[in-house]
């Protein structure tokens, strides 16, 4: 038996209303630890290894810097029964200004260092932008979501480790060649180059 045309247009209206759902149905949305992001690619572990060591150094540059103050300042509390009044109040005074000194200079490298982790952390958001750009494409999705400000997600959209892996793989690239540079009497144009003479 044969459907007839009113079942026929019914399961047309159905088919009809599925394609619809399916063309409507949002895109999903992606989670991302930004933190983990950033710790875990080769790029993040380099620059917190550099920040560790410089940070390491630079204590132990204070720690010595303090020694030979305290030295010096009990070097001259020491000499000044041998001293005049006025001969002291200015090796003190020295002293004084030599301390403000060397205060400034090492508060100076303490901030360059801060300076230098925040232009890494910007560097960093520059290159991640496009790698977590393609992944949006990739998964089709309509946004990524910072994993820390979502109540409960389910892990299949948890992209972090696709994007750690495909942020160090386009690290790892070598970078494009540059053009070959022309000798400096050339001409842009090899249209306008003098003809060979015979």
Not at 150 to 155: D, E, F, G, R
Not at 178 to 183: F, T, V
Request: charged share 30%; proline share 9%; glycine share 4%.
């Amino acid at each position: 038996m044969r459907p007839g045309p009113m079942r026929l247009a019914a399961a047309g209206l159905l088919l009809l209303a599925a394609a619809s759902q399916a063309q409507e149905a949002p895109a999903p949305l992606l989670t991302l630890d930004q933190d983990r992001f950033f710790l875990e690619s080769d790029f993040g572990r380099a620059a917190i290894d550099r920040e560790r060591a410089d940070t390491a150094a630079l204590e132990q540059e204070n720690k010595r810097i303090e020694a030979g103050l305290v030295a010096e300042e009990q070097a001259l509390t020491e000499q000044r029964a041998a001293l005049s009044p006025e001969e002291f109040t200015a090796r003190a005074t020295a002293f004084d200004e030599k301390v403000e000194r060397i205060r400034a200079e090492q508060d100076a490298k303490a901030q360059a260092l801060v300076a230098r982790r925040d232009a890494e952390r910007q560097e960093f958001r520059q290159l991640a932008g496009p790698v977590l750009g393609e992944l949006l494409g990739e998964r089709k999705a309509m946004a990524i979501l910072d994993k820390g400000l979502v109540i409960v997600a389910l892990s299949a959209i948890d992209i972090t480790d696709a994007a750690i892996a495909k942020l160090n793989a386009a690290l790892a690239r070598p970078p494009a060649d540059p053009p070959a540079e022309l000798p400096p009497d050339a001409p842009d144009d090899p249209a306008e180059a003098p003809p060979a003479t015979p």
